[in-house]
């Protein structure tokens, strides 16, 4: 291999690994952040809650064991009124439906806490 293509290989291995190591510390940081509220959650017993539309009740069982920051943002969420007057942006018959985004496309919204998790 040329010497000219070695150094551009080295250069986008250092450049990948650089990257990959400034991703997990983000990730790591994150975690960190939300440590003290997974574990809060993670203790907790499996519920239900029961969304209100104008097309029905909707029973959602909710397992903070298993996702408990998810389940805290959720809870959150409807203590709040982030969901009231929200739309499903995606329903499929028989299988599942989204929600929760204020631009009713899947690409908005935010957390409890103000930042991704």
């Avoid at 990959?20 to 440590?35: N, V």
């Avoid at 003290?36 to 097309?55: H, P, R």
């Amino acid at each position: 291999m040329p010497a000219f293509q070695e150094f551009i290989q080295v250069r986008v291995q250092v450049a990948q690994a650089k990257m990959q190591a400034e991703m997990m510390a983000a990730q790591e940081a994150a975690m960190a952040d939300f440590a003290d509220v997974s574990a809060e959650w993670k203790e907790k017993e499996n519920f239900n809650v029961v969304l209100e539309t104008t097309q029905g009740d909707v029973e959602i069982e909710l397992y903070p064991s298993v996702a408990p920051l998810a389940v805290a943002n959720f809870v959150g969420h409807i203590e709040g009124d982030y969901y009231d007057g929200l739309i499903f942006h995606r329903v499929i018959n028989g299988f599942m439906i989204q929600g929760g985004d204020p631009l009713g496309t899947g690409t908005g919204g935010e957390s409890i806490w103000g930042k991704n998790f």
